[in-house]
């Protein structure tokens, strides 16, 4: 099993468990804290956060605040496919290419789904991900192109 994914299933048997897996994330990468997401779901090829729209994630006009959005993005595609990738290989972000869709008003989900995958030694692959309200309206789309190459033999 993935060392992420067993974190996920350590933590969930505890209260509060979803909070504390997010918590150790935002450790490992400090600068997810900024909006205090919270995992919902993680397996192999999917993976939900949640954002609450609190002042700190606000822009000029009270809505949400798109840097926050894409940072919600970035987090749940990057997760997904570090729970999904084989161990033999890594990925970093190489582009973003973002659709507002609605202004963002209240709490925010972001998900992304991964498709079967035939992974090579070096790739572009196009992660979709999506950020929705609590009405269920899609208010952002996200398409991110990761680049997976072998890891470096240390």
Known sequence: MNRVLAVYDMCNRFPFGKILFSKLICFKAPYFQTIHPVFTELKPGFAKIFMKNKRRVRNHINSVHAIAMCNMCELVGGTVLECSIPTYLRWIPKEMRVEYLKVARTDLTAS??????????????PLIVEVEDMNGVLVLRATITMYVSLKKKS
Request: overall charge negative; some cysteine.
């Open 112 to 125: 992304c789904r991964l498709e079967e995958i035939a992974w090579q030694d070096s790739m572009e692959l």
